[in-house]
């Protein structure tokens, strides 16, 4: 989660994502303490991430929680064209599955030698893009967005449901459709969602050049730098 002004931003969503998987995949509830343990954590960052791991490392013991926050670079909160990624695909059968897993090792392997800018974006089997290592994905066609629908092979991102949100009310047309790296390549623009950069511009995928941010990217990310910057801060100084 992003940190703003002492705060995690949009907590309550991510301790509903967090109280699901911790139901789905142990059978139990999330631990109590878990809002104040990350409060604690948060409270004297101007501007930060917190990360939340919740596991068993042993059956039968009780579940761990470990949180651990940091200060982050403010280029990379809503960062501009020129901190965009470029997209490099690996297939992945069935995808990363809906949970955010402790266990990243398929992805420290996959992302072995690539570059500092390039990121790794999973793909099915027959080659329909799923998500991002850490960022859902979207693409600008004419006056629609549209970005892969939630089918258990993919994390169901805050920052995702917060973009869709902001582009119904701004009457923008959404649509949840399977998306090919050649629909991504022939979209007018390309950008992913994360809870950390919020909406971020993505540069080429697989050395094939995407589409600078438009109109549409940057009125998304308005509203996502009014929902998690700006009116945070407001409240802070009242």
């Known amino acids: 989660m992003l940190i703003v002004n002492g705060a995690p931003v949009e907590l309550d969503a991510h301790l509903a994502r967090l109280a699901f998987a911790i139901h789905a995949l142990f059978a139990e509830k999330m631990p109590a303490e878990l809002p104040r343990v990350i409060g604690e954590h948060c409270a004297r960052r101007e501007l930060g991430r ?11 013991e009780r579940l761990g929680v470990e949180v651990v926050a940091a200060d982050v670079d403010p280029d990379i909160v809503l960062p501009g064209w020129e901190r965009a990624s470029d997209l490099v695909t690996v297939p992945v059968r069935g995808g990363l599955g809906a949970f955010k897993w402790a266990d990243r090792r398929l992805l420290d392997r996959a992302t072995a030698g690539l570059s500092a800018n390039e990121l790794l974006t999973v793909v099915d089997e ?17 006056d629609a967005l549209s970005t892969p629908p939630l089918d258990s092979r993919m994390l169901p991102g805050i920052a995702r449901a917060r973009t869709i949100e902001a582009a119904r009310e701004a009457g923008v047309q959404v649509r949840e459709t399977e998306l090919a790296v050649e629909d991504l390549v022939g979209a007018g623009e390309v950008f992913l969602t994360g809870s950390v950069r919020g909406v971020e511009p ?11 941010p438009g109109e549409i990217v940057e009125l998304l990310a308005q509203a996502l730098r009014q929902r998690w910057i700006e009116r945070p801060a407001a409240v802070a100084r009242t």
């Open 50 to 60: 917190v990360k939340v791991t919740v596991a068993r490392r042993v059956e039968g």
């Open 126 to 142: 027959h080659g329909a893009v799923l998500e991002t290592s850490r960022a859902n994905v979207f693409a600008v066609t004419g």
């Open 202 to 212: 993505a540069r080429s995928i697989d050395g094939l050049p995407l589409g600078p």
